[in-house]
């Protein structure tokens, strides 16, 4: 049950993902439907699980928070079954957290896991949205996702499964769900938040033709040295890397371009790019400091009625290129 919202929603039954289904609708005329709200509502307030017998049905309710590490509730589990029964093992749902005012985001241990990722190696604080957004696949419905990254406002909710391959190079079928709000934080001031988790579901039988498809064409027209994602035109932020992330600037948070690129080329690009594509030399951000010179290739693409995402390629600039633009070295980059 997911907590954010006016009422608990279902979002998932099992490991299969419900679209925020109301739980007045879900359990519909169920004579346990009062006390399991309540065991609900008592599990937010306390933050810590219950189990509680109903006296007219004789069935025990069992409850069990789900929790960001920012003591954030996000969900509570349910299981409602005769007393002499165990509920069987729950799937473990993993918490993260975007801040997407300040374009940054926390993920919990169990987030990490669902998603296949190296919880010891991956940043819990301080992540871009493009952290979280599988690489190296493409999924059914991700446009809309990302057109909603663009397209931000509070009160909106979003469901989905994707198919991917994950960072150990393992297909995965996780359901993840999201919800949007205004929420005051630590200096006071109100930013735009999404909240979500994920939730590993079942494969039966083989992975999709459709997911073996996409993975099979992305591996097929990748490049050494070049690195596509899909950015927010408005922000220059990576929304999703379509290769593996480039290792030659800091993409994370929101990109800031060289003083004289952003008054001088940006202008001319953001022009351009009108028409349906734009390039340029520019310096982006270094890893450690400074400023490094690659070139950028966006192309202009629609992600949902209205709202349009750029496809940007990234790669080291050759010396003819950086001599055109002025340019004398490519400063940071390494192999």
């Known amino acids: 049950m997911e907590t954010l919202g006016e009422q608990p929603m279902v979002v998932a039954q099992g490991r299969q993902m419900k679209n925020f289904v109301p739980i007045v609708v879900f359990l519909r005329r169920n004579p346990n439907l009062a006390a399991i709200q309540t065991a609900i509502a008592e599990t937010v307030t306390s933050s810590s699980g219950l189990t509680t017998v109903t006296p007219k049905t004789n069935r025990v309710i069992r409850t069990e928070p789900v929790a ?45 896991v669902n998603a296949g990722m190296d919880a010891t190696a991956e940043p819990t604080t301080g992540r871009a949205l493009a952290d979280d957004m599988p690489s190296r696949s493409l999924n059914a419905d991700e446009a809309k996702a990302l057109s909603l990254s663009i397209d931000v406002a509070p009160g909106r909710t979003y469901c989905t499964t994707w198919d991917f391959i994950d960072k150990q190079g393992t297909f995965r079928r996780v359901g993840w769900c999201a919800r949007t709000a205004m929420e005051i934080v630590e200096d006071g001031t109100e930013h735009l938040i999404a909240r979500a988790m994920n939730v590993v579901e079942e494969v039966s039988g083989s992975p999709s033709p459709q997911a073996n498809l996409a993975h099979r064409i992305l591996d097929g027209m990748s490049h050494p040295g070049v690195y596509r994602a899909i950015i927010d035109l408005t922000t220059w932020m990576p929304l999703k890397w379509i290769d593996d992330p480039c290792p030659y600037f800091n993409w994370r948070g929101r990109v800031q371009l060289h003083p004289e690129d952003l008054e001088h080329v940006a202008p001319r690009m953001r022009e351009e790019i009108k ?34 995402g750029g496809v940007v390629t990234v790669r080291p600039p050759t010396a003819v290129e950086l001599a055109d633009a002025g340019l004398v070295t490519s400063d940071e980059i390494s192999s």
């Open 275 to 308: 028409s349906g594509m734009t390039s340029a030399i520019l310096r982006l951000p270094g890893n450690d400091g400074g400023w490094v010179s690659l070139h950028v290739t966006i192309s202009r693409v629609k992600l949902d009625e209205g709202i349009y």
């Open 68 to 112: 960001m590490s920012d003591g954030h509730i996000h969900a509570v589990h349910v299981w409602c079954g005769p007393t002499d029964d165990q509920p069987p093992e729950r799937p473990v749902p993993g918490p993260l957290k975007w801040d997407l005012t300040l374009a940054e985001g926390a993920a919990t241990v169990e987030y990490f």
